[in-house]
C-alpha cells in the first residue's frame, strides 16, 4: 500500500542496542519506509546531551523512532517533548517496557500504518532533582519510573561493570553481590506538603504501571494524570527486598500492611543516610548515592505515537 508523500521521520538507533544490531535494523525500516513514500533520516544517539545530535533534526520532523531499549526512549524524550514531535520504540533493549505498555513493535507496516493514521497521546514526563547529582539546571527526566533501594544499587553496580549490551543474565552476578552489600536506607518522603516516615526499605515512583520483569509495583499509575504514583515497601535487609518479588510479580503487595500507596505531583524522599537513585534503569547522581530527592511532573508533556485501531 502506498500513501500520499510528505511524512518524514527521524530514526534515532542505539549503536550497542540489540548487540549491535540496531544500525542494520534501522536502516532496514528506513528503506521499508520509504517505499511507502515516508522520508526517514537516520541518526545514531551518542553519549552527549541529546539536545546537542537530536535537537537540530526535529523541525518539521513527524515522528522520533527510536531504536533501543527504555534508556534510549528517557535520554530523547525530553528533546521530543520540546519539540511537540511523537514518539515510538522499535524494542531492542532488555525490558523495553514503554514499548511494552504502548504496544509498539518493530513491523515496518505496523508503522506504516500508525504514522499515517497520527493517533497520539499525550504523556507526562518525570523528572528527579537530586541532592549532590542531577541538579535543576540539569534534572534527570524519566518517562517509565524511578526508585530508591536495592533495586537502585543493581543498577548503579551494573552501570559501573557494563562494558556494552546487556541481557537479564547480567544482573544475575550483580544482585548476589549487592545481596551481600545493600544497606538500606531510613527513608521520609513528602508529596504535596505532606510529611510521612517510612522507615527503612525501597520507594518506587511510578509514571506508568510497568517495571522489570512484570512486577509493576504501581499498577495503578497513569501516564496523563499530572501525578505520579509513589510505593514504599519495607526492607531492613536484602532478603526482604528480594522477598518482595514474588508478592509484586502477583499483585499482592498491596496487602501488605506496612506498604503505604501515596499519588502526588511532587515527591520529595529524605534519606537519613546516602541512598542511590534510578530512572527508567538508568543510574543517575551521584554512585555513593544522596540524602534529598525530588520527583515531579515536567511542564512539557511527551506526545506517543499509538499503534493503529
Known amino acids: 500500500m ?10 534515532a538507533y542505539n549503536p550497542v542496542a540489540g548487540r549491535g544490531r540496531a544500525e542494520a535494523a534501522a536502516g532496514q525500516l528506513a528503506a521499508e519506509l520509504s517505499r511507502a513514500a515516508i522520508v526517514a533520516r537516520l541518526v545514531a544517539s551518542r553519549q552527549a546531551e541529546a539536545a546537542e545530535w537530536l535537537r537540530p533534526l526535529l523541525a518539521g ?21 520540546r519539540a511537540g514531535v511523537p514518539i515510538w520504540q522499535v524494542p531492542m533493549g532488555t525490558e523495553n517496557l514503554f514499548a511494552r505498555h504502548f504496544r509498539m513493535g518493530s513491523d515496518a507496516s505496523m508503522l506504516t500504518r500508525a504514522l499515517h493514521a497520527r493517533r497520539l497521546r499525550d504523556i507526562d514526563l518525570g523528572i528527579a532533582t537530586l541532592d549532590g547529582g542531577a541538579g535543576e539546571a540539569d534534572p534527570a527526566h524519566f518517562a517509565i519510573m524511578a526508585s530508591v533501594g536495592f533495586d537502585a544499587d543493581v543498577v548503579h ?9 546487556i541481557t ?8 548476589l553481590s549487592c545481596l551481600r552489600a545493600w544497606h538500606p536506607a531510613e527513608l521520609a518522603w513528602e508529596i504535596d506538603g505532606e510529611r510521612e ?19 509493576n509495583p504501581t499498577p495503578d499509575a497513569r ?4 501525578l505520579l504514583d509513589a510505593v514504599f515497601l519495607p526492607a531492613e535487609s536484602p532478603l526482604e527486598a528480594i522477598a518482595w518479588m514474588p508478592l509484586l510479580r502477583a499483585r499482592l503487595h498491596d496487602r501488605h500492611p506496612e506498604v503505604r500507596f501515596r499519588r502526588g505531583a511532587r515527591v520529595r524522599i529524605d534519606a537519613a543516610s546516602a541512598a542511590r537513585v534510578q530512572v527508567d534503569g538508568d543510574a543517575v547522581g551521584s554512585p ?3 540524602r534529598l530527592m525530588l520527583f515531579r511532573t515536567a511542564e512539557q508533556r511527551l506526545s506517543v505515537l499509538l499503534p493503529p485501531e
Open 2 to 11: 502506498r500513501y500520499a508523500a510528505g511524512v518524514q521521520v527521524v530514526i
Open 61 to 81: 520532523t513527524d515522528a522520533l523512532v527510536i531504536f533501543g531499549g527504555d534508556g534510549a526512549v528517557r535520554a530523547a524524550a525530553p528533546e521530543a517533548a
Open 157 to 165: 553496580a551494573l552501570a559501573r561493570s557494563r562494558t556494552g549490551a
Open 168 to 175: 537479564h543474565a547480567s544482573y544475575v552476578p550483580i544482585m
Open 197 to 215: 516516615w517510612l522507615g527503612h526499605g525501597i520507594v518506587v515512583v511510578g509514571n506508568l504501571p510497568e517495571y522489570g520483569v512484570r512486577l
Open 223 to 226: 501516564c496523563d494524570d499530572g
Open 288 to 290: 555513593d548515592g544522596v
